[in-house]
């Protein structure tokens, strides 16, 4: 949390730590524009977030707080062979649970750091990307179970966005294509650094003297994707070193057109699970870290702009619980995820999105809209409406039971 001085602070979010940085005056540098070589093209773009988001707290407290998030992109442009991209994020709260105000925070990011860079082989090219970098395994826009690296249910997902998974990780993959449909991506994924937290000492003090992860702490992997019989396949394997796992996913997508003329589906499927490496605790990991997904897409032209889009996804876990345990902690084997999004013009869009446990039989319900009124200015607004029982996954009188909040962006 910065407060009214110079001192920084790492600031938890309910998505977990983010990172810290240490280097501000350099980055308030970068922003102001230092000149960059003159045979550099770099394409910038800032975009402002201010949110405002009332929370039932539970028992009849309510929290009110004011978001802001500014971020700056810069995007290399101009050079056929190698790009690269950083982004910065800094996003401030100001909140009040109850009668009491909670000072402001401010966090840094930087969620994309990245270079690519492709060289000639053969008749393609060999890619190979170094950085902090968005990477995307399976299918499925919130369940997901082939997405080994970032998990079957995204821990930093965006119900209000209109991409919901948006994962990065520091990471070196390189993309060596095997024909026209099918590639190899070897991946290493470095160690996160955990940073404890120390009553006696300022999260930075932390941060910089939290211990360097040993090198058995990486992740280490790869998948192949191709085409079997029209039908888009991949199988993948990732060694988690701090877990000591290894993970094998496999995840398929096709398209189905029952009449003709009609309209299609976009069917995909997606599984994993853990095996435990030598040296790891025996157990039965495979059958209790057993994830499907699965899901099914409709987009439906209205005429003119407008378009209807109707997706469903469903996330299976066999060793879960099958029936109503009565705690709100239980891990059900069924959960849903319907998604309606209807778009009257390209410049609006009504969202009806909802997380479904139908084993306990209580859901978190999430309407909402945008609307883009002018060029680069976007005004949103969503609700998040818990229902089901006090001994369900959700529950209206549970913290964060009911939110809603409004978002005004802005770009340019």
């Known amino acids: 949390m910065v407060g009214r001085g110079a001192k920084i ?6 998505c977990g730590a983010k990172t810290v940085l240490f280097l501000l005056p350099a980055l308030l540098g970068l922003a102001a524009g230092v000149a960059p070589p003159v045979h550099a093209e770099i394409r910038q773009s800032v975009r402002i977030d201010a949110t405002h988001a009332l929370t039932h707290l539970g028992d009849g407290d ?39 105000s909670v000072p402001a ?11 690519r860079a492709r060289f000639p082989l ?19 826009a919130f369940f997901n179970a082939g997405d080994t690296i970032f998990g079957a249910v995204s821990r930093d997902a965006d119900l209000t966005a209109d991409t919901i998974r948006d994962e990065a990780r520091w990471l070196w993959s390189a993309f060596i294509p095997l024909g026209p449909f099918a590639f190899i991506e070897p991946i290493l994924l470095a160690p996160e650094v955990r940073i404890e937290a120390d009553a006696g000492a300022s999260s930075i003090d932390a941060a910089l003297g939290a211990e360097t992860p040993g090198v058995w702490n990486l992740s280490a992997g790869g998948r192949v994707q191709g085409q079997i019989a029209g039908i888009k396949s991949e199988a993948g394997y990732l060694y988690r070193g701090r877990e000591l796992l290894h993970t094998v996913s496999a995840s398929a997508q096709g398209h189905l057109r029952l ?4 309209v299609g589906s976009d069917l995909y499927a997606s599984a994993s699970t853990d095996l435990p490496a030598p040296g790891a605790e025996e157990s039965d990991a495979a059958w209790e870290n057993l994830a499907l997904s699965a899901g099914a897409l409709q987009i439906h032209r209205l005429g003119g702009d407008a378009t209807l889009s109707l997706r469903l996804e469903s996330l299976w876990r066999p060793a879960a619980a099958w029936s109503d345990r009565g705690d709100p902690a239980a891990v059900y084997a069924l959960t849903l995820f319907p998604e309606v999004i209807w778009s009257p013009a390209r410049n609006a869009s009504v969202f009806l999105r909802s997380i479904v446990s139908p084993v306990d039989g209580s859901a978190m319900i999430i309407p909402g809209g945008s609307w883009n009124i002018f ?38």
């Open 122 to 140: 053969g008749e393609s090219f060999l890619h190979t990307t170094a950085g902090r970098a968005r990477i995307t395994w399976g299918d499925g």
């Open 105 to 115: 925070g401010l966090l840094l990011d930087i969620p994309r750091a990245w270079v």
């Open 259 to 262: 009449l003709p003329g009609g």
């Open 62 to 100: 309510w929290g009110f707080a004011g978001i802001g998030r500014a971020r700056l992109d810069f995007l290399s442009a101009g050079n056929q062979f190698a790009r690269g991209q950083l982004r910065i994020d800094a996003t401030i709260v100001d909140a009040a649970i109850g009668d009491e």
């Open 9 to 14: 602070v790492l600031w938890h979010t309910p």
């Open 375 to 412: 060029q680069d200015f976007t005004m949103s607004l969503f609700a998040f409406v818990a229902a089901g029982e006090s001994s369900d996954v959700f529950h209206p009188n549970r913290s964060g039971g009911a939110t809603v909040q409004t978002t005004f962006s802005f770009v340019y």
